[in-house]
């Protein structure tokens, strides 16, 4: 069975524009969480999604905003981007809402410039 | 309020020798604990796991757990390491089931001396 697949691997980006990254979740996975990675915050929830349903959400701003689409797969999109945003993004999934496993694709790795 | 604690930002043992990483947790209930290893330009990927149950945990890789109530630890090991156990290990805690309100450590790097 197919992993986690995020795309794109690699982003480099400017202040001030948006960006939209992607997650393919696990075949049959429902429930899909993205993470923030930094060197200085190390890693941090974002939100998480079910059903088509925001159902969690971190302490980010409204600038992070995510959607989710009926096969389950996943998009995040940050905009006004800004220098702080860099980091790798992490996607993970699980089966359904309320799992404790979640299985971890390999990240986006956003640059702003 | 949960928090978890890493002692140790980077841990180098030599090849064949002991590794000991070090997790203690804050919460006011048992949480669920979970080791995970990042390889570089990696994801996570689950080492092991603690929810309720016998406390030593075994894992992938030769890796175990064993979570300590009374120390509020749980700490990873494994007897010999090895040159491709060199990579960065978080230890996470949650709440209940919700993976959503997990937590996780800051990280140690795992080098490994030939």
């Known amino acids: 069975k197919a992993g986690v697949t995020q795309t794109p691997r690699y982003l480099i980006k400017t202040r001030g524009q948006q960006v939209t990254l992607s997650c393919s979740p696990i075949?049959?996975?429902?429930?899909v969480s993205w993470y923030q990675q930094t060197p200085g915050q190390g890693l941090q929830f974002l939100f998480e999604?079910?059903?088509?349903?925001?159902?969690n959400k971190g302490n980010f701003p409204g600038r992070f905003s995510g959607r989710q689409f009926s096969n389950s797969r996943s998009e995040m999109n940050v905009s006004t981007l800004e220098l702080g945003d860099s980091a790798l993004y992490l996607c993970?999934?699980?089966?359904?809402?309320?799992?404790?496993?979640?299985?971890f694709g390999p990240g986006t790795r956003l640059t702003v410039l | 309020a949960q928090s978890v604690t890493q002692l140790g930002s980077h841990v180098s043992v030599s090849e064949g020798a002991l590794v000991l990483l070090r997790c203690n947790y804050s919460?006011?209930?048992?949480?669920?604990l979970f080791w995970y290893v990042q390889y570089p330009n990696q994801g996570l990927q689950l080492l092991l796991k603690?929810?309720?149950?016998?406390?030593l945990v075994k894992g992938i890789n030769g890796f175990e757990a064993e979570f300590k109530k009374s120390e509020t630890s749980f700490h990873l090991t494994k007897p010999s390491a090895h040159m491709s156990d060199a990579a960065e290990y978080f230890c996470a805690v949650i709440l209940y089931s919700s993976a959503s309100k997990i937590i996780f450590g800051s990280g140690t790097r795992l080098s490994i001396r030939p």
């Open positions: 603690y929810t309720t149950g016998a406390t």
């Open positions: 993970a999934s699980s089966l359904e809402l309320g799992e404790d496993t979640q299985y």
């Open positions: 999604y079910f059903s088509e349903t925001q159902r």
């Open positions: 075949s049959g996975h429902r429930s």
């Open positions: 919460s006011s209930v048992p949480p669920y």
